[in-house]
Each structure stands twice: as C-alpha cells, then as structure tokens.
C-alpha cells in the first residue's frame, strides 16, 4: 500500500493557475504509475491525468489538454499537476492515484491507492 497526501487546492478566478503536488510515502514510488482524477458534486470520479513510472508517457482527458500538465520526481517521492487556465467547470474535488500501468490508471477500477483528495474551486 502506498499512502498519497494532496496538497495544493484553493479558491482562484478563471483563468488562473494553481499546482496540486502529491506526496507519496513510499521509497518505491518510481515503481507506480500515478495519475489524478477528480470529482465534483453530484457526479461521478473522473479521469484527468496520468504519467508512467519515469515520465515518458503521460494521458490526459480531452476536457484538460492544453491546459493541465501531469509530471513527477521520482527523487521527492511526489507527483505533480500544473492546472493553467482553470475554468469554472473545472471545480472539483482532486485525488491522487497509484497503479500499476499509466494505460491502467485512466479507470478508477484500475487505482490500487488514493489520496484524501483537495478541493479546487474556481470562480467565474
């Protein structure tokens, strides 16, 4: 098991940025892929973002690209999300997830580990 803190939500206006970081506390993390789903009320987990074991590959949902960018340091233990351009629909609850495979980690059934989550809120 692998425990994921997320940090980095708040309160931004659209068309601005935030960084959400996840801390994993394991020294194996390089050995997972990681990705980020988020949820915003009254609807289901979804897919953002993922990014294999050394960062080589990477998917992203259409509904992001262009806008988000999913990265890590193997070194830190952390995964990160860069969020440019924040729409209002992009107001949600963000969770952290690591699997086995960056193709598998675009399916909640495929995440092995989660995160709390953070909130992102942003307003128009």
Same mark, same amino acid.
Do not use: H
């Given at each position: 098991?692998?425990?994921?803190? /997320?940090?980095?939500?708040?309160?931004?206006?659209?068309?601005?940025?935030?960084?959400?970081?996840c801390?994993?506390s394991?020294?194996?993390?390089s050995?997972?892929? $990681?990705?980020?789903?988020?949820?915003?009320?009254?609807? /289901?987990? /979804?897919?953002?973002?993922?990014?294999?074991?050394?960062?080589?590959?990477?998917?992203?949902?259409?509904?992001?690209? *262009?806008?988000?960018?999913?990265?890590?340091?193997?070194?830190?233990?952390? *995964?990160?999300?860069? $969020?440019?351009?924040?729409?209002?629909?992009d107001?949600?609850?963000?969770?952290?997830?690591?699997g086995?495979?960056?193709?598998?980690?675009?399916?909640?059934?495929?995440?092995d580990?989660?995160?709390?989550?953070?909130?992102?809120?942003?307003?128009?």
């Amino acid at each position: 098991q692998v425990q994921l803190v /997320e940090s980095g939500g708040g309160l931004v206006q659209a068309g601005g940025s935030l960084r959400l970081s996840c801390a994993a506390s394991t020294r194996t993390f390089s050995r997972y892929a $990681m990705g980020w789903f988020r949820q915003a009320p009254g609807k /289901e987990r /979804e897919f953002v973002a993922s990014i294999n074991w050394n960062g080589g590959t990477t998917y992203s949902a259409d509904s992001v690209k *262009g806008r988000f960018t999913i990265s890590r340091d193997n070194a830190k233990n952390t *995964g990160y999300l860069q $969020m440019n351009n924040l729409k209002p629909e992009d107001t949600a609850v963000y969770y952290c997830a690591a699997g086995n495979t960056v193709a598998g980690l675009q399916k909640v059934g495929n995440v092995d580990n989660w995160g709390q989550g953070t909130q992102v809120t942003v307003s128009s």
